[in-house]
Each structure stands twice: as C-alpha cells, then as structure tokens.
C-alpha cells in the first residue's frame, strides 16, 4: 500500500511538474516568439505598400479585421473591409497619388494577441500648381487573428497645416 | 525509506499542484479581470476630462508612459510628458477653448498588458467669426504600468476640412 502510494504520488509528481515546466516553457516561447511576431507584421506592411505600388484596394482591405476601423483626417471612420476597401480606392485615385510608410515602434503584448505600431508616412499627390507631399505620423493596432496579424485601427494624420483644397 | 519518499513525493505532489492550480487561478482572474481593466481606463478618462476642465497640464501628462507620444494633428509628435505637457498647456490656452471625448470601443489584450481605446470628440475654440467647433476621432493604445493603466500614444483627427489658419 504504501508502495502502490508511493508510485501514485510519484505519477502525480511527474505529471503536475511537466504540467507546470510546459507552463513555464510556454511562457520563454511566448518571449520569444514576440521577436517573431514583430518580424510578420514587418512582413505585412513590406506586403501591403508593394499592394499600394500595385492600386490593389481589394487585398489592402484584406489587412484589416472583418471590423475594423480606417480613420483618416477629414473624413468620418470607415469600418468593416468593405467600406475600408472604397476608402482606400478613392485616396488611390488622387491624382499624382504616391505613398509610403515605415514604423518607428512596434510592441507587442506579452500574450502576442495585440500590437501597437506606430510610424511615419509621405503621401504625394499633384494639385494645380504641381506636386504636394504630405508627411504626417500614423498609428495602427493590430490584433492576432488565429495566427494573422490584421489592423484593427488604422488612424494617420498630417505632421503640418492641409494643403487649402 | 519507502515512507520517507512518500512523504517527500506527498509534499511535491502539494507544493506543484498548489503552484499549478494558482497559475490557473491566475489565469481565470485575468480574464474575468477585462472588464476591471475596462472600467479602471474609463474611470482614468473621466479623471482626464474633469483635470481639462481645471487645465491641469501637469496633472494630465501623468496619463501618459514616460515615453509616451501624443500624435496630434497639424504638428510633429510630443514624446515624454515634459513635451507632452507643454503640447496640452498650447492646446488649452487656445481661445474659447472646450473639449470633450468618449470612447466607442475599448479592447484589452488578453494578458491584461495592452489596451485600445477609440471614439470621438467635440473640440471647441473661438475664432475670428465666433465659436468653432470641430468633432472628430481618437485612438489611444494603454499601457498597464505596475497595475496603473497609461497611454503609451495617443492620435486623433478631424472628421472634417481643418478650418483655414
């Protein structure tokens, strides 16, 4: 009997620490993998400005959650892909359009279920005296959607005075 | 010697399964815990909101990490609270000033690290033809600091054509 205790207690032993060492590697993995996790959504913005290049609206708003939230300067919120996906078309269509932008932090929460990242931009358009650039500042919080970084706000604004339209 | 590891294995099989069941106690606190975090950022606003009543600069700045960055239209980032606070006293010394803001949705992040915060405001000031109002969106990524929820960045913009300066 105390034997057979002995060998139960043992198993249980073996099995609550195992339970707890997965526990605790889970975690240094979770650590790590936050590396990982900045380097895809690196890897989304590298895919999203080269769909920018291509005018491709549609595979933009495929960044975005299914609710998500685009919310430019001078307009209202668009939300949902489908509307995200018009707003996108319609700044494309700028006469003279051009943009791009980089992040200057990405951080990542420590479940790596939401990140915040946040940057700079220079839009370019042509108005009726020649080219203007706008360079401004963005911020996006992405949300790990069963393993895909998606946007689930995209909010951007000008770093000077808008151009008088 | 039998009994002496049962007693040994007994006492391991209680301190790992006494740590493994905190570790889940753990875990279902933090997720009932979302809507304390929710309601500890919304009380952290309506603080916010009676100090731009007082125009408390100082006190406001607190509400952000010590890296924190406002993003605001029509300026380059304020970074760290002395940028941010002097970014707040320009704001508030504007004419006529008045401003208020609401969430329309909060998230936080599973570990209870990371919060997003978005909605709108009613920002109002006197102008050469009387009172302005402007109403538009924010964005503010929340950071949990020791237990203290602060905004780690904070954006917004109008809904509609920036008033000619």
Chains 1, 2 share one sequence.
Not at 6 to 26: H, M
Not at 47 to 74: N, S
Not at 82 to 91: D, F, G, L, Q, V
Not at 132 to 140: A, H, N, S
């Amino acid at each position: 009997m105390a034997l057979r205790s002995l060998f139960l207690a043992a198993a249980l032993v073996g099995a609550s620490l195992s339970g707890c060492s997965r526990e605790t590697a889970d975690h240094a993995t979770s650590e790590v993998d936050s590396a990982a996790h900045e380097r895809a959504i690196r890897s989304n913005i590298s895919d999203w400005l080269e769909q920018i290049r291509k005018r491709d609206a549609a595979v933009i708003a495929g960044h975005y959650t299914e609710d998500g939230v685009l919310m430019p300067p001078g307009a209202p919120a668009s939300q949902g892909r489908s509307e995200i996906e018009t707003a996108w078309r319609e700044m494309m269509e700028t006469p003279g359009f051009d943009l791009t932008f980089e992040p200057t932090a990405i951080v990542v929460s420590s479940a790596g279920d939401m990140a915040i990242d946040r940057g700079t931009y220079r839009f370019t358009s042509t108005g009726p005296d020649g080219q203007i650039t706008d360079t401004g500042k963005y911020l996006v919080v992405w949300q790990n959607v069963d393993g895909t970084w998606k946007a689930m706000a995209d909010m951007f604004n000008s770093d000077g005075q808008q151009p008088a339209t």
